[in-house]
């Protein structure tokens, strides 16, 4: 069932909800205009009213009213996605599940921690510490640990600890009637019927509201080091990560940048670094584990014409050259007054991966934008940004069918159209043309048992469920 060509909640509908959250339901506008963006280049569209949950029940309550009463619900975190996942563009009620924010239980014995989706990583990561543990998806944004699952976000430390799909052990979750749904085992191992965890964890948002977490948890490393190496060209470097990863090198991170994005973290984050093709590494173990790994690199790189090779343990030089690695976005942003970027994401498999890379770079270099190419590329996954005036809207339309052109590519390379960012709003052609309208139907059919009135995010993945 489509969405109706309302514009707006009732009267009688915000008396309602107000009933289940009282005072915790805005119309006031500048709310409104804060929960009808993300940091994607698309253009703002506000919900009819945003409202503040404090706990499962009265997630399930709003749930139940909206599906009864067909209003579109969009659950909303840090806003700090990147494909238009949380745009109302339907209308609707943006469901903020920022004041669900407790961390519940840390088990460290277990290696496990449950948390409220409202919690923000960082903040996670500073309980976690006073343990000797920490979370290890890392996407860069400070998002929210919900809307991490919803998307099934991923990031730097992929490469060793996986994504959120590897993280996720359990979850509390709200069907679109009002269901309350427990899914998962606080165990390292589960055989128990269909996996339904991994089901809602990057469904963003269509098919449950998430409102509790279980999650892996590590032990701090006894060490930590960085590295950073430059090359000539970025085939090179791209090559380069490969090869150390075919070759089993223990790597917890391994980032590329080309030479904008260098230049852009440099000017954002008072760095000097040499402007040219650059791969960043870190290391986790023993003091002794880690030396010997970077020795390691430092010899691989170097027969992929990798020079000025360079590590350290000092831990504030770490956390600087990461630091800048994770505001490479926002650098851009910064360097670029008015702009707004158009950040796409690819992954392919290792062997191609230095090719892809390649393509995209010539794709993008015969059109007028500005661009820069950076990634996670240990795990095959790249990003590619491109500038663009949000004044001229014609520049988005182009930019989009350049984005097109890239994913086909991929595709073609028996890649994905996207690594972590989701579909959204900007890949649900290039979904269909990855898995073939078959494997796409079937999506349909599980969205349409478990929502069948399409309320929650309508329009976003696929097209309209009928």
């Given at each position: 069932?489509?969405?109706?060509?309302?514009?707006?909640?009732?009267?009688?509908?915000?008396?309602?909800?107000?009933?289940?959250?009282?005072?915790?339901?805005?119309?006031?506008?500048?709310?409104?205009?804060?929960?009808?963006?993300?940091?994607?280049?698309?253009?703002?569209?506000?919900?009819?009213?945003?409202?503040?949950?404090?706990?499962?029940?009265?997630?399930?309550?709003?749930?139940?009213?909206?599906?009864?009463?067909?209003?579109?619900?969009?659950?909303?975190?840090?806003?700090?996605?990147?494909?238009?996942?949380v745009?109302?563009?339907?209308?609707g009620?943006?469901?903020?599940?920022?004041?669900?924010?407790?961390?519940?239980?840390?088990?460290?014995?277990?290696?496990?921690?449950?948390?409220?989706?409202?919690v923000?990583?960082?903040?996670?990561?500073?309980?976690?510490?006073?343990e000797?543990?920490?979370?290890?998806?890392?996407?860069?944004?400070?998002?929210?640990?919900?809307?991490?699952?919803?998307?099934?976000?991923?990031?730097?430390?992929?490469?060793?600890?996986?994504?959120?799909?590897?993280?996720?052990?359990?979850?509390?979750?709200?069907?679109?009637?009002?269901?309350?749904?427990n899914?998962?085992?606080?165990?390292?191992?589960?055989?128990?019927?269909y996996?339904?965890?991994?089901?809602?964890?990057?469904?963003?948002?269509?098919?449950?509201?998430?409102?509790?977490?279980?999650?892996?948890?590590?032990?701090?490393?006894?060490?930590?080091?960085?590295?950073?190496?430059?090359?000539?060209?970025l085939?090179q470097?791209?090559?380069?990560?490969?090869?150390?990863?075919?070759?089993?090198?223990?790597?917890?991170?391994?980032?590329?940048?080309d030479?904008?994005?260098?230049?852009?973290?440099?000017?954002?984050?008072?760095?000097?670094?040499?402007?040219?093709?650059?791969?960043?590494?870190?290391?986790?173990?023993?003091?002794?584990?880690?030396?010997?790994?970077?020795?390691?690199?430092?010899?691989?790189?170097?027969?992929?014409?990798?020079?000025?090779?360079?590590?350290?343990?000092?831990?504030?030089?770490?956390r600087?050259?990461?630091?800048?690695?994770?505001?490479?976005?926002w650098?851009?942003?910064?360097?670029?007054?008015?702009?707004?970027?158009?950040?796409?994401?690819?992954?392919?498999?290792?062997?191609?991966?230095?090719d892809?890379?390649?393509?995209?770079?010539?794709?993008?270099?015969?059109?007028?934008?500005?661009?820069?190419?950076?990634?996670?590329?240990?795990?095959?996954?790249?990003?590619?940004?491109?500038?663009?005036?949000?004044?001229?809207?014609?520049?988005?339309?182009?930019?989009?069918?350049?984005?097109?052109?890239?994913?086909?590519?991929?595709?073609?390379?028996?890649?994905?159209?996207?690594?972590?960012?989701?579909?959204?709003?900007?890949?649900?052609?290039?979904?269909?043309?990855?898995?073939?309208?078959?494997a796409?139907?079937?999506?349909r059919?599980?969205?349409?048992?478990?929502?069948?009135?399409?309320?929650?995010?309508?329009?976003?993945?696929?097209?309209?469920?009928?």
């Open positions: 069932m489509r969405i109706g060509s309302r514009v707006n909640l009732a009267p009688a509908e915000i008396s309602a909800l107000s009933q289940i959250v009282g005072d915790r339901l805005s119309t006031n506008e500048s709310v409104l205009e804060q929960h009808g963006r993300d940091e994607s280049a698309y253009p703002p569209v506000k919900p009819w009213a945003v409202l503040y949950p404090l706990d499962t029940q009265e997630v399930s309550q709003i749930l139940a009213f909206c599906n009864s009463e067909r209003i579109p619900v969009i659950a909303f975190g840090a806003g700090s996605s990147l494909e238009g996942h745009l109302p563009i339907h209308g009620i943006s469901l903020d599940m920022t004041r669900m924010n407790k961390i519940l239980e840390v088990m460290p014995a277990d290696l496990m921690v449950r948390v409220e989706p409202g923000h990583r960082m903040e996670l990561n500073v309980r976690l510490a006073h000797g543990l920490f979370f290890s998806v890392d996407p860069g944004a400070d998002a929210t640990l919900g809307g991490m699952a919803a998307t099934g976000a991923a990031g730097t430390t992929t490469v060793r600890y996986g994504s959120m799909k590897d993280n996720v052990l359990a979850m509390t979750a709200v069907l679109a009637d009002g269901t309350v749904i899914v998962g085992r606080g165990t390292r191992k589960l055989s128990a019927g996996d339904l965890t991994r089901l809602i964890v990057g469904s963003e948002g269509t098919l449950a509201v998430i409102t509790e977490l279980t999650l892996k948890i590590y032990g701090i490393p006894e060490k930590m080091s960085a590295a950073a190496v430059r090359f000539a060209t085939e470097g791209v090559r380069a990560a490969a090869a150390i990863v075919q070759m089993g090198v223990n790597v917890a991170r391994c980032e590329y940048l030479p904008l994005n260098i230049r852009n973290v440099n000017k954002n984050s008072g760095l000097t670094l040499p402007e040219l093709p650059t791969l960043f590494f870190e290391f986790h173990g023993s003091a002794a584990g880690v030396a010997e790994d970077a020795q390691t690199v430092g010899e691989i790189v170097e027969e992929f014409g990798g020079f000025d090779f360079e590590w350290t343990t000092d831990e504030s030089e770490r600087r050259l990461w630091q800048a690695r994770h505001d490479s976005y650098s851009a942003i910064r360097n670029n007054p008015g702009k707004r970027i158009v950040s796409t994401d690819m992954a392919v498999p290792l062997s191609v991966l230095g892809a890379v390649a393509a995209c770079n010539e794709i993008l270099a015969a059109h007028r934008f500005p661009y820069g190419i950076l990634g996670h590329v240990a795990d095959g996954n790249f990003h590619c940004m491109v500038i663009t005036d949000p004044t001229q809207p014609d520049e988005l339309e182009e930019i989009r069918e350049i984005t097109s052109q890239m994913t086909s590519k991929i595709i073609s390379m028996k890649g994905t159209c996207t690594g972590e960012h989701g579909i959204g709003l900007a890949k649900i052609s290039a979904l269909v043309e990855e898995t073939g309208a078959a796409v139907n079937v999506m059919m599980i969205k349409k048992a478990l929502d069948p009135n399409n309320i929650l995010n309508p329009g976003k993945i696929m097209t309209e469920v009928e």
